[in-house]
């Protein structure tokens, strides 16, 4: 079996509602679809940022954990 991960974000105005972001997923799964790859799910992956310019002193950025929102289709 072979395995896709691709990153899934969706962008919404603050007029749109859930049922826009359910079709920018329909539209992810479908591109896929037509290239062969079955849709599993849709995972969330945590990832930590690192900080910038070192951890103190002027213009330094903390670190901190954010989340992603991988789709995954196997072959």
């Known amino acids: 079996m072979e395995c ?3 990153p899934f974000m969706a962008q919404i105005a603050q007029h749109e509602t859930t049922s826009t972001v359910a079709n920018q997923l329909q539209q992810l799964i479908n591109i896929h679809l037509a290239q062969g790859w079955e849709y ?3 995972e969330s992956v945590e990832a930590q ?3 910038s310019k070192g951890c103190f002193g ?6 901190y954990v954010t989340n992603f929102k991988m789709a995954v289709f196997k072959k």
Not at 58 to 63: D, E
């Open 4 to 6: 896709k991960v691709v």
């Open 49 to 51: 940022i690192a900080p």
């Open 58 to 63: 002027f213009g330094a950025t903390p670190g």
């Open 40 to 42: 599993v799910r849709l």
